[in-house]
C-alpha cells in the first residue's frame, strides 16, 4: 500500500508545479490589467504566485514586509542612548580606585612601623616605631592635591578622560583600569572607522598610532591617484599593510573604497541617531582619542576624498531607536552595519517595481537577512521567462520581452474562459435572424432529406424506412424519399467591428479592463469557433483607429487627449466591413459616454458639453451604415437620461439594439448575443 507525508511548504521543496500553464494564468490577469508585459512580470514577482496546493513563491512585496518587520523588531527593542554607558562605569570605576588608594596610603602612612628587637634581645633607638612625619606630611598634600583634581573633574566622559591622560596616579590599580580603558578605547574608535582592517593593532600604543598614520597617509595617496584618473598600486599598499585587513582583505580599488565609505556611514548612522547630547559626547570622545594632530588632518583627509570618489548616499541614515536594552559602542556599530545591509536590501528589492530582472539584487546578503525560502523563491523567479519562452509563449526582441501569437491566443482564452465560467449551463437565446447562412454543426436528431440539405446520412433509420416501405425481404431498394439525414444547426456567417470606447472617462469608472477582457474573449471565440467569421477591434477616443489581435492584451486607454468621437469610429468601421458582402455585418459598440467629438475634414473637433453638430454628424454616419445594412449594437456601461436619450435616437436610425449592461456582466451580454445571432436550428 503506498502511503504519503505531508508537511508544510518551507521553501526547499520541488517546485515542479511552476510549469508554463499555470504562469500563463497569472500572466494574463497582469496582462489584461496593465496591458505591457514587463508590467505584468512586474506584478508576478511583487505579489507572488501560489501553488495548487498551497505551495507560495514569495513575493517582493512579501519580502519588503518582512523586512520592514525585522528593522522595527530591531528599533523597538535597542535603547541607543546607551552607548556611552559601559565607558563611563569603568570611567567611574577607576576615580573610585583611586580615591580608595589614596586613602588606603594615607593609613598605610600613618601606622607606625612597628616595634624592633635587635637579635641581642636589646631594645634599641625611641625613633622605630613612629611614622615618618616628613613622609606623612608630603603624602598629605599630594593626597589633598589629587582628591581636589579628582572632584573637579568634568563630569563628561570625554572631558574627564582628557584630564586624566596628564593625571598622576596614587594607586596603581587605578593607573592600570585607566591604561586598559584607553586601550579599549582606542581600539573601540578606530573599529569604527576601520572594521576588519586593524586585527593587528589590540592595545594600540603609540608605536601602533604611528603605524595607523603612516598607512593612512598611503591610502590617501591611492585615493588621491585615483581621483586624477590615475591607477593606484593596491598590490604594493597591500604588502605593507595587509596584514591589518583581515583574512579576505580587498582585491580592488572599489573594494576597499566600498569598505570604508560604508564603515564611515555606519559611524555616521550611529551620530545621527543619538540625541543631541549623547552624539556630542561621543564625538568628543572620538576627539579625545585622536588627539595626534597628522592623524586627525589624515583622517580627514581620507573623508573628504572618498566622498568625492564615491558619495556615501544612502549609507548613511537616521534610526529612531525607542527600546530599552542597552548597546555598548562596539554593539552599535554592529547594529549599523545590519540597518545598513537591510537598507541596502530594502532599496534593492523596492526598485523591482520599475524594472522586471533581478540581476541587481545581492543574493547572499537576501538570504542572509530574509532567509532560505526567501532566496529560493527570487531564483525561480529568474527562470519565469525561460519557463515562458521554453513553452513558446514570449520571446525576445530587441533587447525586450515580447508575447508570440501562442502567448496572445492563451490569454484570449484565458479571458474566454473565465467569462463562459459564470455563465448557466441552460441553452443561450436565440435571436432571428436576416438572412440565413451556410450549413454547420450537426444536431442529434434527424429528418426527411430534402433537396439543399447537407447529405449528413443517418444509416440506420434511412434502411428502417425502406424496409417499412417494401416490407421485409432482400436486397433492400432504397428510394429517395427513404433517406434520412441528420438536422444542422445553420450557421450565420458573419463580420463584426467591436468599436472599443478608450477615453478618459473608460478607466475612471473601472470600465476599461472588462472591456478589454470581454475583447480578447470575443476575439478568442471567433477565432477557435468561427474562423470564417471576420473580426475587427476599432478602438476610438479623440480618433478611431484599428486595433489588431496582436495588440489587444497591450491594450490601453488614451490618457493624454480628450474625447470620445463615435462619428470617426463609425467611419473607419464602415470601411472595413465594405471588403465583406453577402453576409450578417454588425458593429458592437461598448462605451459609457455621449458623443463629444466629431471630425471636421481631417481633424477631430472636440467640445463638452457634447454641442449639437457632434451629435448631428454622429447620427448622420449611423445612418449612412443602416443604408449598407450594417447594424449597431450597443453596449451602455451608463445609464444617464441625456445618455439614453441619445442611444436610443441612434438605435431608431440604424434599427440596432441597446444595451444596458454593468462592467461585471459586459463580457457576458456580448458573448452569449454573438453566439445567438450566429445559429437557428433549421426544422
Known sequence: MTSYRYSGWDGTQDLSWLGAEDLMAELSEAMIDHGDLYWALRKLMQGGIQGPFGEKLQGIQQMLQQLRNQKQEMLDRFKLDSVMDEYQKRLDEVVRTEREGIQKRLEETRKPSGDVTPAGGEETGEA??????????????????????LDKLPKDLAGAIKELTSYEFIDADARRQFEELMAMLRRRVTESFFKDMMGQLQDMGPQDMDRLKDMLQSLNQMLKEKREGGQPDLDSFMKEFGQHFGGQPPSSMDELMDMLQRRMGQMGSLLDSLSPEEKKALEDLVDSMLQDQGLREQLMEMAANLERLRPMGNLRSQHPFEGNEPLD????????????EMGELERQLSETRFRSDLDNIDMDKLRRILGEEAQQSLDQFKHLTDILEEAGYIKKRGGRWELTPAGIRRIGQKALRDIFSFMKKERPGKHEMESVGMGGDRADDTKRYEFGDPFLLQLEKTLMNSIRREGRGTPLHLDPGDFEVYRTDNLVQCATVLMLDMSWSMPMRGNFFPAKRMALALDSLIRTRFPRDSFYVVGFSDYATE???EMLPQLTWNEFVYGTNMQHGFMLSRKLLAKHKGCNRQIIMVTDGEPTAHMEGDRAYFAYPPIPKTLEETLREAKRCAREDIVINTFMLDQSSYLMDFIQKLAKINRGRVFFSNKEDLGRYVLVDYLSNKRKVVS
Not at 559602542?329 to 545598513?340: I, P, R, W
Open 128 to 149: 622605630e616605631g613612629k611614622p615618618d612625619r616628613d613622609l606623612l606630611e608630603a603624602l598629605k598634600r599630594v593626597a589633598g592635591k589629587n582628591l581636589s583634581f
Open 547 to 549: 486595433l489588431k489581435s
Open 329 to 340: 559602542l562596539s554593539e552599535a556599530m554592529k547594529l549599523m552595519q545590519e540597518l545598513q
